[in-house]
T-cell receptor, first 115, second 116 residues
Framework: GAGVSQTPSNKVTEKGKYVELRCDPI?????LYWYRQSLGQGPEFLIY????????DSGLPNDRFFAVRPEGSVSTLKIQRTERGDSAVYLC?????????????FGPGTRLTVL | AQKITQTQPGMFVQEKEAVTLDCTYD???????LFWYKQPSSGEMIFLIY??????QNATEGRYSLNFQKARKSANLVISASQLGDSAMYFC?????????????FGKGTKLSVKP
């Protein structure tokens, strides 16, 4: 079946602009996660959705970052007033639930470059 | 303090040989899961293997096995019969179940290079 998809695969923007990154999870998966991966590092947690609600947004670095999942499927990560330090690969993952045995399956990521 | 430590930034292995990638973790949560992911140059994170904190036996998945030593808080990945396609970054990750919502905590990764 189809895996997690993310669009766009690459996004180049200018400092101060607004960007939206989209994630389409595996069908039927209720849990959805956003991570950010900087060069040479492991992914870092940003936000987690269970269904439509953000169950944990403790990883969002500041209030310029926001994410939604209005219908419990597709999610959009929104970044306002982008800064050069926001440049990274943004990874989305989904899992059937959030129990200890639920594996998270990742999408290919969106590489964001802020000039 | 780092919750996941991968001490080997890079590793080399000869094709067809076995290799062990190290991972130690730190948690006070009695219930947790340990995961290994592979990230090739294409960037996608590929799930390899899972070990639960209460599992009595080491996890195995094909050529991958997890050497789980709970008292030492280590969860090393063993890849047997290495193939050229195994060249990639490998990340160890942990999910704590006590107070969190299940997000993964990743180490910094180990870059594995398989030599022909």
């Amino acid at each position: 079946g189809a895996g997690v998809s993310q669009t766009p695969s690459n996004k180049v923007t200018e400092k101060g602009k607004y960007v939206e990154l989209r994630c389409d999870p595996i069908s039927g998966h209720t849990a959805l996660y956003w991570y950010r991966q900087s060069l040479g590092q492991g992914p870092e947690f940003l936000i987690y959705f269970q269904g439509t609600g953000a169950a944990d947004d403790s990883g969002l670095p500041n209030d310029r970052f926001f994410a939604v999942r209005p219908e419990g499927s597709v999610s959009t990560l929104k970044i306002q007033r982008t800064e050069r330090g926001d440049s990274a690969v943004y990874l989305c993952a989904s899992s059937p639930g959030a129990s200890s045995t639920d594996t998270q399956y990742f999408g290919p990521g969106t590489r964001l470059t802020v000039l | 303090a780092q919750k996941i430590t991968q001490t080997q930034p890079g590793m080399f292995v000869q094709e067809k040989e076995a290799v062990t990638l190290d991972c130690t973790y730190d948690t006070s949560d009695p219930s947790y899961g340990l995961f290994w992911y592979k990230q090739p140059s294409s960037g996608e994170m590929i799930f390899l293997i899972y070990q639960g904190s209460y599992d009595q036996q080491n996890a195995t998945e094909g050529r991958y096995s997890l050497n789980f030593q709970k008292a030492r808080k280590s969860a090393n990945l063993v890849i047997s019969a290495s193939q050229l396609g195994d060249s990639a970054m490998y990340f160890c990750a942990m999910r704590e179940l006590g107070g969190s919502q299940g997000n993964l905590i990743f180490g910094k990764g180990t870059k594995l290079s398989v030599k022909p």
